[in-house]
């Protein structure tokens, strides 16, 4: 990748321009919609963490392997989800991480309940940082390296904003009264400012803004407050809405406590002076943050040096996309007339008789336009049927894999340990340039065979599906025109 975009300083291949660009004068609008997009640049992870990322010493290469275990140890909130371990256990192939159904995060008290072991958040209210630094080790049941724990801890400790604001709040509830500390919340409360791309993290001496009582019938607004107890069975859901949803869990990747995507990002006046929305989407604030950019010198964002932590990331991202995708469905029901869909309306008509609406449940309708719904899946399933009727069958099954080796692959890798380009990340690594290199070759190839590699096309029909280990391949059904078709 050796082109940048002119708007937003992002690596592309030259291949990924609009069509309607030059080679000499590329444009790009995937990563920023021609500068309607502009967020601030990732900052270097401070030196120890910067160090390990980057190392291709046996410590460092440990590290990256189990790079999520060490991001749980720190993290402030617990990652809810159904994992396949059967893609992350194996020992053959690339890694490839995978998951089922919504992800979601989860946050305790300060303090735990009973004798339950510190977990998460509990172990940065620790005074005694050796006692924190046993704990992490015991949780993950003494199998991460103890030296890179203590360089880790010291790092957030030093570098993390949300460190002391969560200290603070201890120390505010243990000079409380002991019989009204459990009934009183804190509240981690982001402000606005004039940059609107971020919220204000409190100070320290602002992060008591309390709620008494209960708590439970006060009005907190979970897409940027963090509600704090000190002592509580029940664990709190961090809504995927909140500026502090990424950095809350994933601590390796935002060290410094940088803020993730809001609902008020605005976006800015692209190139040709038009605006899609007022506001950033999620959808496009991870295309955007998802494209390497050079922060400082050669230096790449060291997001794409997480490895298997940046695949979890990434499947975070999209399940945080299709949540939203999904809810603005349910609650707009009406705009998309969903009354007028097969189910309630057909069990009313073809009944003669009354019909309890309350025995048929309450239905949520996925219409076409949302991909990967029954809908959308029959509405393509109908168009190839459709031109199989008008073309017959298929003349040609084509199929068309990956290959992690090849050079757009290995020449988009970052090298490791300061630019020794013997030791570079494997391909399992950055899922971003592989799917990228074969969006790329799938293109070419289409291009090839519509200018009749083959004979005149006549339509074609394909679909892309993902390997267990997370390799796409397509399957293509190419159909001639008469003079070109397959003879027995």
């Not at 460190?163 to 000079?175: S, T």
């Not at 976006?267 to 950033?280: I, P």
């Not at 309450?362 to 991909?371: A, N």
């Not at 397509?474 to 001639?480: A, D, P, Q, R, S």
Request: charged share 20%; net charge neutral; proline share 6%.
């Amino acid at each position: 990748m050796n082109s940048i975009c002119t708007h937003c300083g992002a690596l592309h291949f030259v291949d990924e321009r609009l069509t309607k660009s030059s080679k000499r004068s590329p444009q790009y609008s995937v990563c920023c919609l021609q500068g309607q997009i502009s967020l601030p640049l990732p900052s270097l992870p401070p030196q120890p963490l910067r160090d390990l990322l980057n190392g291709a010493d046996p410590r460092s290469r440990a590290f990256r392997e189990k790079i999520r275990r060490y991001n749980a140890a720190f993290a402030f909130t617990s990652s809810g989800a159904r994992l396949d371990n059967t893609r992350l256990a194996g020992t053959e192939g690339p890694y490839s991480f995978m998951m089922h159904g919504a992800v979601y995060h989860q946050m305790g008290s300060l303090l735990p309940n009973g004798d339950e072991a510190p977990i998460y958040a509990q172990l940065y209210i620790y005074d005694d940082q050796q006692a924190a630094l046993d704990a992490r080790s015991a949780n993950n049941d003494h199998e991460l390296n103890r030296g890179v724990m203590a360089e880790l801890q010291g790092m957030f400790m030093e570098h993390n904003p949300l460190v002391p604001l969560y200290r603070a709040a201890h120390e505010w509830f243990m000079r409380q009264p002991a019989e009204q500390r459990n009934d009183l919340i804190a509240r981690i409360v982001l402000e606005p400012t004039a940059d609107g791309r971020r919220y204000n993290l409190p100070t320290a001496s602002e992060v008591a803004a309390i709620i008494p009582g209960s708590g439970e019938n006060e009005a907190v607004d979970k897409h940027r407050q963090i509600a704090i107890r000190l002592q509580s069975g029940d664990l709190q859901f961090i809504s995927h809405l909140n500026p502090l949803y990424a950095p809350l869990h994933y601590v390796l990747l935002f060290p410094r406590g940088q803020q993730g995507w809001h609902i008020n990002i605005p976006s800015l006046q692209g190139a040709n002076g038009t605006r899609r929305a007022e506001h950033v989407s999620q959808r496009c604030y991870y295309s955007y943050v998802l494209h390497p950019r050079i922060i400082q010198g050669s230096e790449v964002d060291y997001l794409f040096r997480a490895g298997r932590l940046l695949q979890e990331y990434m499947v975070d991202a999209w399940a945080s996309v299709e949540a939203s995708s999904l809810a603005w469905i349910q609650f707009h029901q009406k705009d998309i007339r969903a009354d007028l869909y097969q189910g309630l309306l057909d069990a009313v008509n073809a009944s003669d008789e009354g019909v309890n609406l309350g025995e048929q449940g309450q239905r949520i309708i996925l219409p076409s336009t949302h991909p990967g719904s029954s809908r959308h899946m029959y509405q393509l399933f109908q168009d190839s049927m459709a031109i199989c009727r008008r073309f017959r069958k298929p003349d040609i099954f084509l199929t068309m894999t990956a290959n992690p080796n090849w050079p757009k692959v290995q020449a988009a890798l970052l090298d490791l340990a300061g630019g020794d380009h013997a030791r570079k990340q494997d391909a399992a690594d950055r899922p971003d340039i592989v799917a990228r290199v074969f969006h790329l070759k799938k293109q070419a190839l289409l291009k090839v065979i519509k200018d009749g590699f083959f004979g005149e096309l006549a339509a074609d029909v394909y679909t892309i599906e993902f390997q267990k280990r997370g390799l796409p391949h397509m399957h293509l059904l190419i159909f001639l025109r008469e003079p070109y078709k397959i003879k027995d």
